[in-house]
Every structure is written in C-alpha cells, then in structure tokens.
C-alpha cells in the first residue's frame, strides 16, 4: 500500500477554465493563478488579488533578436506578499538543500499547508520552448507526496492544471539548478481567524473604487504603452523571424482573458454595471481577443511552414495595425465609463 501524504480537496484556480472553456489560460501569469489557487483553497477573499493589478503594453526594439522585445507587462499596485497577508495568509521562505527538500516538502504537507517550488523550465519535460534549450524559473504548486514511488504529487500549468505527478528526482535537479539560485520554497498558511466580512455594497464600492484608482493613477503610462503595438508592426517582418514570439503572442492573449476575467468579476459584484459593461466593453475586449488569437495562427504557420512570404507578413501587419486602433478605443471607452462612474 503507497504510503501518502496529500491535500485531497486541493484544487487548481478554476475561474479562467470557466469562462474560457476551450484553452485553460492561467490568470495574468503563473504567480498571480498560483496565488489565486492557494486563496481559493483557504476560502479566502480571491478579489483581492484579481483587482491588483493594471497591464502595459511594452516595446523595445534593442531586443528584437534576443527575447522581452514585446509585452503585456502586468505590473502589481501591492506586493502579492502583502495582498496575501491582509487576507490571512501567510508565506514561509525556507531554503532546503538536496538533503532536506524531501523532508521539508512532507513536513509542510502533514501541517495541511500547500508549497510552492521554484524549478528551472530547462529541466521540465514537456516543456516546449524551455526543456534542454533555456533556463527560465517558474513556480510549481505541491500538494502530495508518495514515499512508496517517491514521487511529487504537483498542479501546473503544463498538464492545464490537471493534477500528476513526477519523480522526486527530477524536482530536486529542477529547483536546485544554479541558474534558480535557490532552492526557492514557500510554505502557504492560513490564519485560523476569518478576516471580517463585509456586506456586499461596501465590497463592490471599495472594489470598485481601488479599480478606478489603479487605472487612473496609470492612465497616462497605459496610453503611451498602446504604441507599442504600432512599434510591433512596424518591426514584424523582423520579429517574425523568430519563433519565441510564439509564446509572446500567448501571453498577451491570456493576458487579455485575464483582463475580461477582472471586468466579469468586477461587475459581478453590482449587477448594475453589467448592461453597460457588454454594450460598450465586453464585445470590443472580445474582438481583441480573437485578433490576438488569429495573428498568433498565422505567425505560427508562416514559421513552421519555413515559408515568411510577403503577403503573410503583410496580413500580421495589417491585424496589428488594426489592434492598435481597437485597443486605443477600448482604453478610452474604459477611461470613460470609469470618469462617469459615481463613487
């Protein structure tokens, strides 16, 4: 009989797979749904970290043939460390060595208390664009361990959040790697003492509130950021070139998702805001979206078909052109209906 010791009821964050049922896109990033799944498993307040944030868009031509030339930048109004804490839960850093990671990672586990491990991607099997090619750190949730296999029992982004599990072998060598700097592992507890509730007009006044603050204390650098887009066009038969903008056009993609997520959760809070929220917002987020999606397709084809002809190209360039002017009406639209909006 294996001799087990897990979280039985520990779920992945869910509210993306939800509203996007055909690609399980994480929240903003692999940190940000990886808080989330530990706030949700303490039944915890999960607004809290899905309204800290604004998204940027970023440009740098200096990097074209390197990586980081084109982003969606997601830049947190608090530490997520802090976020956590004031919604009662609390991160302990260790720092085992290969001798004591295995007891570290039961120890945490017999408490009830979930893990996060930092692993290099260049050891992850699976991994397309990391594994035996580059080095990349990246945050993997623990919630078991099976002494009789010896193996880690662990949810990630990978398997799209289905739950598996690997040889403990290879998490060692994957967050031990020196280029980690670590091993990096946070232990998530819980006080045993409920935050004060609220009733549901004073959350959705002070979310709301915390929403337009964030937005309009950034609203100048978000309108200097929509340029970047014009920047990528402009660069595209370059960037192109290059398969690693790929994975860059996924990101913004589920980036945007994420940002659709927070809008839905947002006026999920006042119902009131919902008719206006699709009238106005909701379908140009949409066509956003897919444009993102279909610039992706044929980037994709053109460079695994090894064939960049001119007119695909041109179409990428045309979509982005087009993008640029949809989220320079969707920027403003917000901006509007937030400076309408009554406290």
Not at 305 to 318: A, F, I
Request: charge should be negative; hydrophobic fraction near 35%.
């Amino acid at each position: 009989m294996d001799n087990v010791v897990s979280l039985p009821d520990f779920e992945y964050f869910k509210g993306m797979k939800k509203m996007f049922p055909q690609s399980n896109h994480p929240f903003l990033d692999c940190i940000h749904n990886s808080l989330l799944t530990i706030a949700a498993n303490y039944h915890k307040d999960t607004f809290s970290i899905i309204n800290n944030f604004v998204t940027i868009y970023r440009f740098d031509e200096n990097k074209i043939k390197d990586r980081g030339y084109f982003k969606l930048e997601v830049v947190s109004v608090k530490r997520l460390d802090q976020v956590l804490g004031e919604i009662g839960i609390t991160i302990n850093h260790f720092s085992p060595d290969a001798s004591t990671l295995k007891s570290q990672i039961i120890t945490s586990l017999y408490k009830g208390n979930p893990v996060a491990i930092y692993i290099d991607l260049y050891y992850q099997r699976g991994r397309e664009f990391y594994y035996l090619k580059q080095h990349g750190p990246h945050p993997v949730l623990v919630y078991g361990y099976n002494s009789t296999s010896n193996e880690v029992y662990i949810v990630d982004d990978i398997t799209e959040y289905k739950k598996y599990s690997v040889p403990f072998e290879d998490i060692k060598q994957a967050c031990l790697s020196e280029d980690i700097k670590g091993p990096l592992f946070l232990e998530f507890v819980s006080d045993s003492v409920d935050l004060d509730t609220q009733n549901s007009l004073d959350i959705y006044k002070e979310s709301f509130k915390n929403y337009k603050d964030h937005m309009l204390n950034y609203q100048d650098e978000i309108m200097q950021g929509i340029q970047s887009i014009s920047s990528l066009a402009d660069y595209y038969e370059d960037i192109i070139k290059n398969e690693d903008i790929i994975e860059t056009l996924s990101s913004t993609i589920y980036r945007k998702c994420s940002e659709k997520y927070r809008l839905s959760a947002l006026y999920d809070l006042n119902p009131t805001l919902l008719d206006k929220t699709n009238e106005f917002i909701n379908p140009l987020v949409d066509e956003i979206i897919t444009d993102w999606t279909y610039l992706r397709a044929i980037t994709t084809k053109a460079i695994f078909s090894q064939t960049l002809h001119y007119e695909s190209v041109s179409k990428c360039v045309r979509i982005i052109k087009g993008l640029h002017k949809k989220e320079l009406e969707l920027t403003e639209r917000i901006f509007n209906w937030l400076t309408e909006a009554i406290d």
